[in-house]
């Protein structure tokens, strides 16, 4: 999973995991700053994503609500834009584990979420029920590991909100599952201007390019980018340019780099802009990331 740093955290973000290895999974983050992430998901789980905040974040292309379920399939490739605030809870499971609770739970095996990405939104007082649900087996299952190995299979209690899941997936109308067309035109628009901006990072990236290249109106980019990242495109190139620096400047000591050099690698072309961003996103200055990986 490769991560980008889109603003700076006020707060620690928080991340509680349980882990049954290579079996069955519980983790509950909570994240106080934006990024944006990109990786495969693993070829033989499936994750349901339990939203308590959206705060506005996507996942997989799907503009995420208070109270919705996201379903993962097995080898999906995962993208991510997190708005600070995000908080949820994820079940990993694997895929037999989960078509088995489908079978049993809705009585059928739902193709519409095995295939593809797809959320539905439950009713207020059914989340708060399955949060408090999920939360109490957290910290159930957290004493548990304090004292010896969790089980192979999943407690009941983690079979009972995979079938509320499943269950809430075999009830929903259609229209609530996936996203508008709009939507998803916006979230493309925006992730192939991702990618040409990750090819070309070390270049000079005028917004007139980046429109040519992906064939929009300066609004249309403006409002793609506003939709999928919270940011305008200047501020994403800005974002992606410092997380690059950092990247080559723990490996810098090896190869030979200064910052200076680093920076003019990734396009940076206003040295003193450049440090105060750094220390914005990152909590340190370059040169001390510099010199603590050569530490490392």
Same mark, same amino acid.
């Given at each position: 999973?490769?991560?980008? *740093? +889109?603003?700076? =955290?006020?707060?620690?973000?928080?991340? &509680? /995991? $349980?882990? %049954?290895?290579?079996?069955?999974?519980?983790?509950?983050?909570?994240?106080?700053?934006?990024?944006?992430?990109?990786?495969?998901?693993?070829?033989?789980?499936?994750?349901?994503?339990?939203?308590?905040?959206?705060?506005?974040?996507?996942?997989?292309?799907?503009?995420?609500?208070?109270?919705?379920?996201?379903?993962?399939?097995?080898?999906?490739?995962?993208?991510?834009?997190?708005?600070?605030?995000?908080?949820?809870?994820?079940?990993?499971?694997?895929?037999?584990?989960?078509?088995?609770?489908?079978?049993?739970?809705?009585?059928?095996?739902?193709?519409?979420?095995?295939?593809?990405?797809?959320?539905? *939104? +439950?009713?207020? =007082?059914?989340?708060?029920?399955?949060? &408090? /649900? $999920?939360? %109490?087996?957290?910290?159930?299952?957290?004493?548990?590991?304090?004292?010896?190995?969790?089980?192979?299979?999943?407690?009941?209690?983690?079979?009972?909100?995979?079938?509320?899941?499943?269950?809430?997936?075999?009830?929903?109308?259609?229209?609530?599952?996936?996203?508008?067309?709009?939507?998803?035109?916006?979230?493309?628009?925006?992730?192939?201007?991702?990618?040409?901006?990750?090819?070309?990072?070390?270049?000079?990236?005028?917004?007139?390019?980046?429109?040519?290249?992906?064939?929009?109106?300066?609004?249309?980019?403006?409002?793609?980018?506003?939709?999928?990242?919270?940011?305008?495109?200047?501020?994403?190139?800005?974002?992606?340019?410092?997380?690059?620096?950092?990247?080559?400047?723990?490996?810098?000591?090896?190869?030979?780099?200064?910052?200076?050099?680093?920076?003019?690698?990734?396009?940076?072309?206003?040295?003193?802009?450049?440090?105060?961003?750094?220390?914005?996103?990152?909590?340190?200055?370059?040169?001390?990331?510099?010199?603590?990986?050569?530490?490392?």
């Amino acid at each position: 999973m490769k991560v980008d *740093r +889109l603003s700076a =955290g006020w707060l620690p973000s928080r991340i &509680r /995991q $349980i882990q %049954s290895p290579g079996k069955w999974a519980l983790d509950l983050p909570e994240f106080n700053c934006a990024f944006r992430a990109r990786g495969g998901f693993d070829q033989d789980s499936v994750a349901l994503v339990a939203i308590e905040r959206a705060c506005g974040s996507t996942i997989c292309g799907i503009p995420l609500e208070d109270d919705l379920i996201l379903a993962i399939p097995a080898g999906t490739s995962v993208t991510a834009t997190v708005r600070p605030g995000l908080n949820y809870a994820v079940a990993i499971v694997p895929t037999a584990t989960w078509m088995e609770v489908q079978s049993i739970a809705a009585g059928m095996v739902l193709e519409q979420i095995n295939n593809h990405p797809a959320a539905v *939104r +439950l009713a207020t =007082g059914e989340a708060q029920r399955i949060r &408090r /649900q $999920i939360k %109490s087996m957290a910290d159930h299952l957290g004493t548990v590991a304090g004292d010896s190995a969790l089980l192979e299979q999943p407690p009941g209690a983690f079979l009972d909100y995979l079938g509320a899941a499943a269950d809430a997936f075999a009830g929903a109308d259609s229209r609530e599952t996936g996203t508008a067309g709009s939507a998803s035109r916006h979230f493309r628009q925006a992730s192939a201007a991702e990618d040409f901006i990750r090819t070309h990072i070390r270049e000079d990236i005028p917004i007139v390019r980046l429109c040519k290249e992906i064939g929009v109106s300066r609004r249309q980019l403006e409002y793609a980018f506003r939709t999928a990242f919270a940011a305008t495109p200047l501020e994403f190139i800005r974002a992606l340019r410092l997380n690059e620096a950092r990247r080559l400047l723990t490996a810098a000591r090896a190869n030979g780099l200064s910052v200076t050099t680093v920076a003019m690698d990734v396009g940076v072309n206003h040295l003193g802009r450049f440090a105060a961003s750094y220390r914005l996103f990152f909590g340190e200055s370059p040169k001390q990331t510099l010199q603590r990986a050569g530490r490392t």
